[in-house]
């Protein structure tokens, strides 16, 4: 059984660098050929891809938030990082990791439970 935990902070002031961490158990971020993403949502709305991290490192970006976005990982850790800059309001959210299996497909089987991010001064 694959986990996924987000950590972060609740609160980011405006213009600043949120940064999440999705912790993984039960399976390696390594492993031919998972992905691992970060989905979220804002109050209200739907569901947003924002990016993701192959098993082999390799980052991939929506192409509405490649400029603020950067997905990294420590494999020493089994974690993968979120850093979005230069936040506002707008990216209030709730913010989920997720494993996608066999390429980006949006199909994900294991979540983690989310955490919110809220943007304000």
């Known amino acids: 059984q694959v986990q996924l935990q987000e950590s972060g902070p609740g609160l980011v002031k405006p213009s600043q660098t949120l940064s999440l961490t999705c912790t993984v158990s039960g399976g390696l971020i390594t492993t031919y050929s998972f992905y691992w993403s970060w989905i979220r949502q804002p109050p209200g709305k739907g569901l947003e891809w924002m990016g993701a991290?192959?098993?082999?490192?390799?980052?991939y970006y929506s192409p509405s938030l490649k400029s603020r976005t950067s997905i990294s990982r420590d494999t020493s850790k089994n974690q993968f990082t979120l850093q979005l800059s230069s936040v506002t309001p707008e990216d209030t959210a709730v913010y989920y990791c997720?494993?996608?299996?066999?390429?980006?497909?949006?199909?994900?089987?294991?979540w983690g439970q989310g955490t919110q991010a809220t943007v304000s001064s």
């Open positions: 997720a494993r996608d299996a066999d390429a980006i497909t949006g199909t994900y089987d294991y």
């Open positions: 991290i192959s098993y082999s490192g390799i980052p």
